[in-house]
């Protein structure tokens, strides 16, 4: 029997092979002498012939029967065969193997072994992927093996218990005798493993974190010496010494100081020093600089050194390295809810960002713009956006239209600002913005009252110059179907009113509806907004020709609404104005960031949807209900929907279930603390303009106290909206007596089926102990009826570690309140 | 920034490949437990991504929960995936320490140096690092022990035995 081939020949050999199939066949014909060979149980040539299979491994090739194969070699007296016997068990016996467990026992004798560098292997081995049950058998081995005064091995075992503290928590106590003096060791090698190993430790258990806070000042001094100490050839890196030992004690010292005011003041001389006096030529230094800074952040650092961990953020922007650019947009994403002001010193430079070449730098600058948005910089800001709407890739455009539209939303310095920001979006990226903007568009369309006409001629306008882009189509129909009568009579106040006629309005809708380019989902918009026009337009056999002739379209929403919009006009036709009028004015409670739009394909999940409390439209007959329902209810839903929507998700949901018949709005979540709830659009109702919520009051109702249990006491104060009557606006303000805070405090509210009710953002979600501050929220309710005021209550709070909630009736609510 | 308890490693390298601009995988070590047809697809997905990056780009990628940091070093990138706590910036200098490191052994190490001698490419690495985690930081101190070990083995001529190219 010839000896098998050797390792680099069969790598030089099946390198030569110049297609795939030759290559499967050179592997085919090796494996089956490997095979035979580990049959004949060969023990001189396994070494060999596992090699060749680790290598063929690597190409991709497949070889479990290879497995038993490196046990023998582990088990072998040979150090060569144990070397690729233990390299083998790391590529091919991974603890999903059943055949893994056997090697425990080699790996035992082998953490014992006369030679370090067997012993090394079995550490090493077992550090990499051993399972849970030989970590659980192996540990004590491990864990003399940390005592040993033999630095080689020392640090093998550091990080092999990490490794068994990783796979088996509970067993870390059994480590914390060999800590004792650790960080005493010269050797870096220790050094650094027994960092990582505290690391570990600190981060698994607060017990372990406390009893470690004492080596802060040893942490100190050893980074301390790295730094002042002269050049030492064996750890440097570009003049500075063991960069990855400082990054890794910086990193420790970030956990040991978190939360902690002694700890972190110990540290912060060093961190300032470190901060100051690293080398930024070079990337190393860069990087040691780089954790300083997260770890400044993250403890309790005072103030001067925060400042200086953003400018040295600030400083990186301004490198040339992109790598260091992209990192301290990174980090500043992090920081700009904590510390704002100093990150909108920043702000031009971010911007600067946005026209970087590199995709990832471009990426985080978009997102950290779209942090420092605020409503002083709205304009400015959006500029830019807009710009970089205009030019970016592809991949940035729904991103970027869905960062543009949440921040017009919560900062427009002006409607009309806003709906050109809008048209702008639309007319740049529309076929990239998602598919849920159309309705929330569309929702902020029709609060803007006063804009009707001048959105109504920009969308039209728009129409005519493009219709490809169905997110931009959708909207514009809906508007023509609406505003339509506004389009042709002329009455735009804001730019000079184009002259449109009847007829040109519904070409370009018909047309749209027998364009290629329009989905089925705008030709459903397009041949409703036709509909629509049949109450405001006077061409209504033009109108009844083209919702007849769908009537038998292919298409079968659009045959299905053709066939009912027919139906109207032949049964129903008393009916018609009634059901076609203008939409009302929406509700909607809660803003919505692109992280929670749900894409659908054509489909849209709308957020008006979730509150579910459109105004409900007067009602002249039961068998306009029906009709209704045949439309899938509310037009502001897209009418792709034939089913009527139900609802779970949102908060109102639960709550719909503890309250029964009451009609109810959920709590909103909290929005984050930025934003201050007041200054945010409100709820527009008759068309006031940004007026303040809480101008006019008409007559002083006295407040009252709606629950008051547990120390907690929550006061209803009154208000009338101006000059709605029916509308009274409710400001909740809940006290704490208590000598702890009460957490996660949400308040909601339900209320009986003739009423509306809005809830607006709370103040914040901490009642302070002791009375010292209170959360205020404010409540709309429209009550148009003029029945008398009840609510049910629903409190959830988290009071000295234990979630409490509470449900309770209001009915105390003065007369003048709802009268 | 913390790992939570329930094994969640908020410091740690998930793996590091080794692969040709051709897509051709020359290293791969694996610090979690995955099936093969994971660990392809990963190292499919990896390689696509990484392959078509300008020469400018930045080193750093952001995939599924993870980063990817990676160099090209002449023929050869090297690539690892991190958790979302770890500096990229310092894992760029571990990257380069690995290289060096290799260079050290073979000198003037090229991409044929590692395909014809993969073992002792993983051996190397295995002196540098344990778990996802660096164990020394001398170059001097690994050199000694890949020098020690090498004495080690029994049939050095196969060991050393180096076919023309």
């Given at each position: 029997?010839?000896?098998?081939?050797?390792?680099?020949?069969?790598?030089?050999?099946?390198?030569?092979?110049?297609?795939?199939?030759?290559?499967?066949?050179?592997?085919?014909?090796?494996?089956?002498?490997?095979?035979?060979?580990?049959?004949?149980?060969?023990?001189?040539?396994?070494?060999?012939?596992?090699?060749?299979?680790?290598?063929?491994?690597?190409l991709?090739?497949?070889?479990?029967f290879?497995?038993?194969?490196?046990?023998?070699?582990?088990?072998?007296?040979?150090?060569?065969?144990?070397?690729?016997?233990?390299?083998?068990?790391?590529?091919?016996?991974?603890?999903r193997?059943?055949?893994?467990?056997?090697?425990?026992?080699?790996?035992?004798?082998?953490?014992?072994?006369?030679?370090q560098?067997?012993?090394?292997?079995?550490?090493?081995?077992?550090?990499?992927?051993?399972?849970?049950?030989?970590?659980r058998?192996?540990?004590?081995?491990?864990?003399?093996?940390?005592?040993?005064?033999?630095?080689?091995?020392?640090?093998?075992?550091?990080?092999?218990?990490?490794?068994?503290?990783r796979?088996v928590?509970?067993?870390?106590?059994?480590?914390?005798?060999?800590?004792?003096?650790?960080?005493?060791?010269?050797?870096?090698?220790?050094?650094?493993?027994?960092?990582?190993?505290?690391?570990?430790?600190?981060?698994?258990?607060?017990?372990?974190?406390s009893?470690?806070?004492?080596?802060?000042?040893?942490?100190?001094?050893?980074?301390?010496?790295?730094?002042?100490?002269?050049?030492?050839?064996?750890?440097?890196?570009?003049?500075?010494?063991?960069?990855?030992?400082?990054?890794?004690?910086?990193?420790?010292?970030?956990?040991?100081?978190?939360?902690?005011?002694?700890?972190?003041?110990?540290?912060?001389?060093?961190?300032?020093?470190?901060?100051?006096?690293?080398?930024?030529?070079?990337?190393?230094?860069?990087?040691?600089?780089?954790?300083?800074?997260?770890?400044?952040?993250?403890?309790?650092?005072?103030?001067?050194?925060?400042?200086?961990?953003?400018?040295?953020?600030?400083?990186?922007?301004?490198?040339?390295?992109?790598?260091?650019?992209?990192?301290?947009?990174?980090?500043?994403?992090?920081?700009?809810?904590?510390?704002?002001?100093?990150?909108?010193?920043?702000?031009?430079?971010?911007?600067?960002?946005?026209?970087?070449?590199?995709?990832?730098?471009?990426?985080?600058?978009?997102?950290?713009?779209?942090?420092?948005?605020?409503?002083?910089?709205?304009?400015?800001?959006?500029?830019?956006?807009?710009?970089?709407?205009?030019?970016?890739?592809?991949?940035?455009?729904?991103?970027?239209?869905?960062?543009?539209?949440?921040?017009?939303?919560?900062?427009?310095?002006?409607?009309?600002?806003?709906?050109?920001?809008?048209?702008?979006?639309?007319?740049?990226?529309?076929?990239?913005?998602?598919?849920?903007?159309?309705?929330?568009?569309?929702?902020?369309?029709?609060?803007?009252?006063?804009?009707?006409?001048?959105?109504?001629?920009?969308?039209?306008?728009a129409?005519?110059?493009?219709?490809?882009?169905?997110?931009?189509?959708?909207?514009?129909?809906?508007?023509?179907?609406?505003?339509?009568?506004?389009?042709?009579?002329?009455?735009?106040?804001?730019?000079?009113?184009?002259?449109?006629?009847?007829?040109?309005?519904?070409d370009?809708?018909?047309?749209?509806?027998?364009?290629?380019?329009s989905?089925?989902?705008?030709?459903?918009?397009?041949?409703?907004?036709?509909?629509?026009?049949?109450?405001?337009?006077?061409?209504?056999?033009?109108?009844?020709?083209?919702?007849?002739?769908?009537?038998?379209?292919?298409?079968?929403?659009?045959?299905?609404?053709?066939?009912?919009?027919?139906?109207?006009?032949?049964?129903?036709?008393?009916?018609?104005?009634?059901?076609?009028?203008?939409?009302?004015?929406?509700?909607?409670?809660?803003?919505?960031?692109?992280?929670?739009?749900?894409?659908?394909?054509?489909?849209?999940?709308?957020?008006?949807?979730?509150?579910?409390?459109?105004?409900?439209?007067?009602?002249?007959?039961?068998?306009?209900?029906?009709?209704?329902?045949?439309?899938?209810?509310?037009?502001?839903?897209?009418?792709?929907?034939?089913?009527?929507?139900?609802?779970?998700?949102?908060?109102?949901?639960?709550?719909?279930?503890?309250?029964?018949?009451?009609?109810?709005?959920?709590?909103?979540?909290?929005?984050?603390?930025?934003?201050?709830?007041?200054?945010?659009?409100?709820?527009?109702?008759?068309?006031?303009?940004?007026?303040?919520?809480?101008n006019?009051?008409?007559?002083?109702?006295?407040?009252?106290?709606?629950?008051?249990?547990?120390?907690l006491?929550?006061?209803f104060?009154?208000?009338?909206?101006?000059?709605n009557?029916n509308?009274?606006?409710?400001?909740?303000?809940?006290?704490?007596?208590?000598?702890?805070?009460?957490?996660?405090?949400?308040?909601?509210a339900?209320?009986?089926?003739?009423f509306?009710?809005?809830?607006?953002?709370?103040?914040?979600?901490?009642?302070?102990?002791?009375?010292?501050?209170?959360?205020?929220?404010?409540?709309?309710?429209?009550?148009?009826?003029?029945?008398?005021?009840?609510?049910?209550?629903?409190?959830?709070?988290?009071?000295?570690?234990?979630?409490?909630?509470?449900?309770?009736e209001?009915?105390?609510?003065?007369?003048?309140?709802?009268? | 920034?913390?790992?939570?308890?329930?094994?969640?490693?908020?410091?740690?390298?998930?793996?590091?490949?080794?692969f040709?601009?051709?897509?051709?995988?020359?290293?791969?070590?694996?610090?979690?437990?995955?099936?093969?047809?994971?660990?392809?697809?990963?190292?499919?997905?990896?390689?696509?991504?990484?392959?078509?990056?300008?020469?400018?780009?930045?080193?750093?990628?952001?995939?599924?929960?993870?980063?990817?940091?990676?160099?090209?070093?002449?023929?050869?990138?090297?690539?690892?995936?991190?958790?979302?706590?770890?500096?990229?910036?310092?894992?760029?200098?571990?990257?380069?320490?690995?290289?060096?490191?290799?260079?050290?052994?073979?000198?003037?190490?090229?991409?044929?140096?590692?395909?014809?001698?993969?073992?002792?490419?993983?051996?190397?690495?295995?002196?540098?690092?344990?778990?996802?985690?660096?164990?020394?930081?001398?170059?001097?101190?690994?050199?000694?022990?890949?020098?020690?070990?090498?004495?080690?083995?029994?049939?050095?001529?196969?060991?050393?035995?180096?076919?023309?190219?």
């Amino acid at each position: 029997m010839p000896a098998p081939i050797r390792l680099r020949e069969l790598i030089r050999t099946i390198r030569t092979a110049r297609t795939q199939a030759e290559e499967r066949e050179m592997i085919q014909k090796e494996c089956a002498a490997i095979r035979s060979s580990f049959r004949e149980e060969d023990n001189t040539y396994r070494c060999r012939n596992v090699a060749k299979l680790l290598y063929m491994h690597m190409l991709g090739y497949p070889a479990h029967f290879g497995q038993l194969e490196c046990l023998k070699l582990i088990a072998s007296q040979k150090f060569t065969d144990k070397r690729i016997g233990y390299l083998g068990a790391m590529l091919l016996l991974d603890e999903r193997q059943d055949v893994h467990l056997l090697m425990t026992n080699c790996i035992k004798n082998d953490l014992n072994h006369s030679t370090q560098y067997v012993q090394g292997l079995a550490l090493c081995t077992l550090g990499c992927m051993g399972s849970s049950e030989m970590c659980r058998d192996l540990a004590g081995e491990v864990e003399k093996l940390l005592k040993t005064s033999n630095s080689y091995l020392r640090k093998k075992a550091a990080l092999c218990a990490v490794h068994v503290i990783r796979k088996v928590p509970e067993l870390m106590e059994m480590f914390l005798p060999a800590t004792k003096n650790l960080l005493s060791e010269k050797n870096h090698g220790v050094l650094h493993t027994s960092v990582v190993l505290l690391t570990e430790m600190c981060e698994r258990s607060p017990d372990m974190l406390s009893h470690f806070r004492k080596l802060v000042p040893q942490l100190v001094r050893i980074l301390k010496n790295l730094i002042m100490s002269g050049y030492s050839p064996e750890h440097d890196v570009s003049g500075i010494s063991d960069p990855f030992l400082q990054v890794r004690i910086l990193r420790l010292l970030r956990i040991l100081g978190k939360g902690d005011d002694d700890s972190s003041e110990a540290m912060n001389d060093i961190l300032a020093q470190v901060a100051t006096n690293t080398e930024t030529s070079k990337n190393v230094g860069n990087a040691i600089l780089y954790e300083t800074v997260l770890t400044i952040m993250d403890i309790k650092s005072e103030s001067g050194l925060r400042v200086l961990a953003i400018n040295i953020l600030g400083r990186f922007l301004l490198n040339n390295d992109k790598n260091i650019r992209y990192v301290a947009l990174t980090s500043l994403l992090k920081t700009v809810q904590t510390d704002h002001n100093a990150v909108q010193r920043h702000r031009s430079t971010i911007v600067d960002c946005l026209k970087d070449l590199d995709v990832s730098i471009k990426r985080r600058a978009m997102e950290l713009s779209f942090a420092l948005v605020n409503g002083n910089n709205i304009r400015g800001m959006m500029k830019e956006l807009l710009y970089f709407l205009d030019s970016c890739d592809p991949d940035f455009k729904a991103d970027c239209a869905s960062g543009i539209f949440l921040a017009a939303e919560k900062y427009a310095p002006s409607k009309r600002w806003h709906i050109d920001t809008i048209m702008r979006v639309l007319t740049t990226a529309g076929s990239y913005v998602r598919d849920d903007s159309v309705p929330n568009l569309i929702q902020l369309i029709t609060n803007s009252v006063e804009m009707h006409a001048y959105t109504v001629q920009r969308l039209y306008k728009a129409l005519l110059d493009d219709i490809s882009q169905q997110p931009l189509v959708q909207v514009a129909s809906w508007c023509i179907g609406e505003y339509g009568d506004l389009l042709v009579s002329g009455q735009c106040e804001e730019e000079e009113p184009i002259q449109v006629s009847e007829d040109e309005v519904l070409d370009v809708l018909e047309g749209l509806l027998v364009s290629n380019l329009s989905t089925p989902v705008t030709r459903g918009y397009s041949l409703t907004a036709i509909m629509k026009l049949s109450t405001r337009f006077s061409s209504l056999n033009r109108i009844k020709k083209v919702v007849s002739i769908y009537g038998s379209s292919i298409d079968v929403e659009l045959q299905q609404r053709a066939v009912e919009y027919n139906a109207l006009f032949k049964k129903y036709d008393h009916m018609r104005p009634a059901l076609l009028e203008r939409m009302p004015i929406m509700e909607k409670t809660a803003t919505n960031g692109p992280s929670e739009t749900v894409q659908t394909n054509g489909e849209t999940d709308s957020t008006i949807l979730d509150t579910k409390h459109l105004p409900s439209i007067s009602q002249p007959a039961s068998q306009a209900n029906d009709l209704l329902d045949l439309l899938g209810g509310n037009d502001v839903v897209p009418i792709i929907q034939t089913t009527v929507p139900t609802k779970p998700a949102s908060a109102g949901g639960e709550l719909l279930d503890l309250l029964g018949d009451l009609s109810l709005t959920g709590g909103p979540t909290p929005t984050p603390a930025s934003s201050v709830p007041m200054s945010q659009p409100p709820f527009l109702l008759d068309g006031l303009t940004s007026q303040p919520l809480f101008n006019d009051i008409a007559a002083v109702i006295p407040p009252m106290t709606a629950y008051n249990k547990n120390g907690l006491i929550i006061e209803f104060t009154f208000e009338r909206s101006n000059p709605n009557p029916n509308i009274a606006v409710i400001t909740i303000h809940a006290t704490n007596s208590t000598e702890a805070d009460m957490t996660e405090f949400v308040f909601q509210a339900a209320v009986p089926k003739t009423f509306q009710l809005q809830l607006l953002s709370p103040s914040s979600n901490v009642v302070p102990a002791f009375n010292q501050g209170s959360v205020t929220q404010v409540i709309r309710v429209l009550n148009p009826q003029k029945q008398q005021l009840r609510m049910r209550i629903k409190l959830t709070y988290t009071h000295k570690g234990s979630p409490v909630q509470d449900l309770a009736e209001v009915n105390n609510f003065p007369p003048q309140s709802w009268q | 920034m913390r790992g939570g308890a329930g094994g969640i490693q908020l410091f740690s390298m998930r793996f590091l490949l080794l692969f040709s601009r051709q897509g051709k995988l020359r290293l791969q070590k694996w610090f979690t437990a995955l099936s093969d047809r994971d660990k392809k697809k990963i190292i499919r997905d990896v390689m696509q991504m990484v392959l078509v990056r300008p020469p400018k780009s930045c080193n750093f990628l952001q995939w599924r929960d993870l980063k990817i940091v990676y160099r090209r070093y002449a023929s050869l990138y090297f690539c690892c995936g991190l958790e979302q706590g770890d500096n990229e910036l310092i894992t760029l200098e571990l990257l380069h320490r690995y290289v060096e490191l290799l260079d050290q052994y073979f000198g003037n190490v090229c991409e044929l140096d590692i395909i014809f001698n993969f073992e002792k490419a993983y051996f190397i690495l295995d002196e540098f690092i344990i778990g996802g985690e660096v164990q020394e930081t001398s170059k001097a101190s690994v050199a000694k022990s890949m020098e020690e070990a090498d004495s080690l083995q029994e049939t050095m001529e196969e060991y050393l035995n180096k076919p023309t190219y």
